[in-house]
Each structure stands twice: as structure tokens, then as C-alpha cells.
């Protein structure tokens, strides 16, 4: 499997990033080590997951993909060939949602634990917390770093000016920059007033940054459960406008002329942006992974680039030229 910059970095991670956000809970056991092998076996080394992972299913309070991925890195004895990335911030259980320095400190050392590793690749603030002052958040990240229980930082759901401004303080202060920006981005574009909550979508502002900072973008939920290719997944109800028809068009006529699903259509598309950006893709069989894994396969002439990505902004100029 190719691979895509980190970042500034100078590390390089998998095209395709595979999370396995269900693995150990609506996921079983045999089902998620037989995906991970697959995705192991494809070339891929690089694996996203959380602390809270997935503690909103009824019957699963604590955190389950964290342990499964345990077991199978040790089972397997690969640990040192993936690049393991988790996240920290949410609430779940008696826990608030938070960035705050202790709160970091105990749960990189209860991921640490359930991971069964010494050190985080890439560690996520989950989810922005506008209570603590992000200086104190990036310090606590810092000492983490310095104590060699995490190695890089990423940053998931945060406004474009967050982020901007917890790296100026990283750099004024001399503090590890987040590297990487992870939010909710499809190649639809949701209604201005499209509410997910705490997930947020990325705004022309976010990406533009991140291209001027050479920042990577991991998209989650890419394929909005799989709506572009499945029959049984309609277009959900935030991105029904003009503009995502006439997209559906272009991904539809694509797909149908290379004889592609248009959900390979859209990660191909995804994964092949000049700006660098790494797909999270979640999978429950197999069947799923393999046409997500062949959309890495899928070249695009210049036409039907230009025509894919004719419609991508989002209505507002890059801030900067």
C-alpha cells in the first residue's frame, strides 16, 4: 500500500487508515482480527481508534476497541510495524468531555494500558474544549511527549481558528504542533445548517490552513456509511441540496464508466488530493474492506478530475492565495 506524509513530520503513514471503531463490541472478535489481518496483509499499518470506543452501544460501558486491538497486536506480534493512533476528549462513563491536563495524563496512561503499548503514535484531542486554556492542553500534551508516552499530535473536530491558534502557541512556546486535522469530510458538502453536534465538518478555512501549514486531513466517515454505492444507504437528510445532486451525477457516471462502486469512486478522489489526505475508513465484513482497499487502484483521467473536483469548494475562497 502506498503511503501519505504525516504531516511535517518526516513520517509517512498508509493511504488508507482503517478504523475500527465497532471492533470488539457490534464487531466480534474472529470478524475484527479476520478484517485487521486483511488490512494487514493489503499493506496497511495504520490503525485509529479511541478511548471511548464504543461505549454509547447499549450493554458496552467500557471502552472495547482499544483491548481487541491489544489482542491482536500482541497475537500477531506487529506492534512495531503500525502506526497506532487513539484519541482523548469525549465524555464516556463518569468521565466529562475535556482537555484538561489531568484529565490527559490519566487517560493516555488508561489507552497506554488497554492498548498494551508504551508509546501512542498519534495521539487525538478528540473533540475541542473551550474551558481549558489551550496552552495548558498543549503543555500537558508536551509532558506527555517528553515522558515518551506519545509521539505525534492530531487534531479532531476544531475550528479552523482553534487549531491555527493552539499550533501559534505551540510554536511561541516552543510545544509540539498538532500535525493533523481529523473531521467530518465527504465529498458531499452538508447544509449550512446541518447540525452533528460535537462532529464537525471541515470549512474551506480549515483546509486551506492546513495546506498553507502542511498539516495532513484524515477524514472520518468518508463514505457517509456507504451512501454512494449502496442501494440501501440514502443520502442523509443534511446533504440533500442542488450542489450534492449534481455531485451524485459526476460519481455515478464515473463509477458506472470504470465499472467502480461510487463509494470507491469518492475514496479514490479522497485519497488522490493534492493536499495530503489520509481516508479513516470503518468496515464490519470483509467484502467492505476489499472494495475500499481497491479504490487505492482507481486512476482518474484529467477530465473526469476536473469535473470531480469542479464542484468541491465549499462557496468561500482559501484565505490565502
Not at 55 to 69: F, M, R
Request: aromatic share 10%; charged share 30%; net charge negative.
Amino acid at each position: 500500500m502506498r503511503t501519505t506524509p504525516l504531516g511535517t513530520t518526516g513520517e509517512a503513514v498508509s493511504a488508507i487508515c482503517l478504523g475500527p471503531m465497532y471492533f470488539g463490541s457490534r464487531v466480534d472478535r474472529e470478524t475484527s482480527f479476520d478484517l485487521l489481518d486483511r488490512y494487514y496483509e493489503a499493506g496497511g499499518r495504520f490503525l485509529d481508534t479511541a478511548n471511548n470506543y464504543a461505549t454509547w452501544l447499549e450493554g458496552y460501558d467500557e471502552p472495547k476497541s482499544e483491548p481487541l486491538l491489544s489482542d491482536w497486536l500482541d497475537e500477531r506480534g506487529v506492534r512495531d510495524e503500525m502506526t497506532i493512533a487513539t484519541k482523548l476528549g469525549f465524555n464516556y462513563g463518569d468521565l466529562p468531555q475535556s482537555l484538561d491536563p489531568e484529565l490527559i495524563e490519566s487517560e493516555i496512561d488508561n489507552s497506554l494500558e488497554r492498548l498494551g503499548i508504551d508509546t501512542i503514535d498519534l495521539l487525538y484531542a478528540h473533540v475541542d474544549d473551550y474551558d481549558t486554556p489551550q496552552e495548558e492542553t498543549m503543555r500537558a500534551f508536551q509532558r506527555a511527549i517528553d515522558a515518551g508516552k506519545v509521539r505525534h499530535l492530531g487534531a479532531s473536530n476544531f475550528l479552523g481558528w482553534r487549531l491555527a491558534r493552539a499550533n501559534r502557541i505551540a510554536d511561541e512556546q516552543g510545544l509540539t504542533p498538532y500535525q493533523c486535522a481529523q473531521p467530518r469530510f465527504s465529498y458531499y458538502v452538508p447544509n449550512r445548517d446541518a447540525d452533528f453536534g460535537n462532529q464537525l465538518e471541515p470549512t474551506d478555512e480549515l483546509l486551506s490552513y492546513c495546506e498553507y501549514e502542511e498539516l495532513t486531513v484524515l477524514p472520518y466517515s468518508p463514505t457517509l456509511s456507504g451512501c454512494y454505492g449502496r442501494d440501501d444507504r440514502r443520502i442523509p437528510s443534511e446533504y440533500v441540496n442542488t450542489e450534492n445532486r449534481v455531485k451524485r451525477d459526476i460519481v455515478s457516471e464515473i463509477a458506472e464508466r470504470k465499472g467502480l462502486n461510487g463509494n470507491q469512486v469518492v475514496l479514490a478522489w479522497m485519497a488522490a488530493r493534492d493536499q495530503p489526505t489520509v481516508p479513516v475508513i470503518g468496515v464490519s465484513t470483509e467484502a467492505q474492506l476489499e472494495q475500499n482497499l481497491a479504490a487505492l487502484d482507481v486512476e482518474f483521467t484529467d477530465e473526469e478530475r476536473r469535473r470531480l473536483d469542479s464542484v468541491e469548494t465549499m462557496g468561500v475562497f482559501p484565505w490565502r492565495e
